[in-house]
């Protein structure tokens, strides 16, 4: 036993090895060493003492090996854990990206920014006399039909336009105003490749004494140079609306979106940027404003519009999709 236990519990490669080989050595009920220690009382009185002696040293190295044993086995267990590769390049972190609508929002905000204009909100859940009767609509204009207006209740619609936003800011505020008010509008339009039927706009609406249409003319040109580059040609084109008199489009020269093969503007050579017009005397009236000391001018746009001729994206669903691997390609 002297001469082989060193070895034994050498070998022992793992705990439960070593456990076996504990229980085998010293062990109560199995140790050869303990039944050795038993044993003793039968040898001759002579004998016995010696012998003790021995088996008790050989049950202390015993004792003493097996735990060095075991010191190693658990720091060899440290040691070869799960590895650890320094080398290998981190997961690279996912970063979202601004939406390419918000995107437009943000640089027509800073541009108009510039020239003094501060945001203006309103809410999306609107009275319908902010919507429509305030802006002058006669009480019979088919925009105002159940077929193309969110009802929520008999006065409550979701709002179709953010112009409700020029009658609340000028109840709010006294002239001189400069505003931008981007926000959501509703209309009952199913999806398809050209409507939605939430979208946003922007709307921008300057109130003071002896405001012209020659400022409305010369902001909303500045405006096209300083987005779509300094070259940009710029046309107006009268047009109706019940808030605005005169009213007008402005359309801009093609090129935004890189010449004639982009969609929106392969017909005239022209494609529509807003829609704009000096504020009607009844809108500011409704607001409390005496329309014969103030004029001012409003314009609207789409900037879901003008994303896609920007970026020549043929169906604006795209934007309302949430596919990352479209989104990922914008304002990073
Ligand atoms: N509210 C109009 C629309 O939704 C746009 C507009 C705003 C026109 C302000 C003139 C002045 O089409």
Redesign the pocket.
């Known amino acids: 036993l002297e001469a082989q236990a060193p070895a034994q519990i050498a070998a022992a490669d793992s705990a439960d090895a070593l456990t076996a080989a504990r229980n085998a050595l010293v062990g109560r009920q199995a140790g050869a060493l303990t039944a050795l220690m038993n044993a003793l009382g039968e040898l001759p009185k002579d004998d016995r003492r010696e012998a003790g002696a021995r088996a008790n040293k050989l049950k202390v190295a015993l004792e003493e090996a097996l735990d060095l044993r075991r010191a190693q086995l658990a720091a060899q267990a440290a040691s070869s854990g799960p590895s650890l590769d320094l080398s290998m390049p981190a997961r690279e972190r996912w970063q979202g990206t601004v939406h390419p609508v918000s995107l437009v929002i943000d640089e027509v905000v800073e541009i108009f920014r510039e020239l003094g204009f501060t945001i203006a909100l309103g809410p999306e859940a609107e009275q319908s006399w902010y919507n429509f009767g305030s802006?002058n609509f006669p009480p019979d204009h088919p925009a105002m039909d159940m077929h193309d207006t969110l009802y929520l209740a008999q006065d409550q619609l979701l709002r179709?336009?953010?112009?409700p936003v020029?009658v609340r800011t000028l109840q709010q505020y006294a002239p001189p105003i400069r505003i931008l008010a981007p926000g959501n509008?509703y209309r009952r339009d199913f999806f398809d490749p050209s409507h939605a039927p939430m979208f946003a706009?922007i709307?921008?609406?300057v109130v003071d004494e002896g405001v012209s249409f020659a400022d409305l003319k010369a902001t909303l040109s500045h405006f096209a140079r300083r987005y779509f580059g300094a070259q940009t040609k710029t046309r107006f084109r009268p047009?109706f609306?019940p808030?605005?008199e005169p009213?007008a489009?402005m359309d801009v020269q093609c090129g935004v979106c890189g010449g004639s093969g982009c969609g929106v503007c392969k017909h005239s050579g022209w494609v529509e940027i807003?829609?704009?017009?000096m504020?009607h005397p009844a809108v500011l009236e409704n607001s409390g404003l005496d329309s014969e000391k103030y004029t001012g001018?409003?314009?609207?746009?789409?900037p879901a519009r003008t994303a896609i001729s920007r970026h020549g994206i043929p169906d604006i669903r795209i934007l309302y999709d949430s596919d990352v691997r479209f989104l990922d390609q914008f304002g990073k």
């Open positions: 802006l179709t336009h953010t112009s020029q509008v706009q709307e921008g609406l047009s609306f808030f605005t009213s489009e807003l829609g704009s017009g504020v001018w409003a314009f609207g746009m789409g």
